[in-house]
């Protein structure tokens, strides 16, 4: 083992940390474009990292899931 990464395994390790800092900023509460825009990368990757995990474009309001309707009805 030489300690050398080969360039395929350079890429998966970028695609990871990449990964990586779409979910921290989706945790952080930032839109999608917003997210590609810091990242430099199209909005297209932050879609399909959104769909390989199912997540919601949106964050869902609580009083849409709540059983009592909402506040405002």
């Known amino acids: 083992m030489t300690g050398f990464k080969s360039k395929k395994e350079m890429a998966m390790s970028k695609m990871a940390d990449l990964d990586y800092d779409i979910e921290q900023l989706y945790i952080e509460g930032y839109r999608p474009m917003s997210i590609a825009a810091q990242l430099n990368i199209p909005v297209e990757m932050v879609y399909d990292w959104m769909e390989s995990i199912n997540v919601a474009e949106t964050p869902q309001d ?5 059983p009592f309707g909402t506040i405002n009805s």
């Open 62 to 66: 609580p009083d849409e899931l709540s």
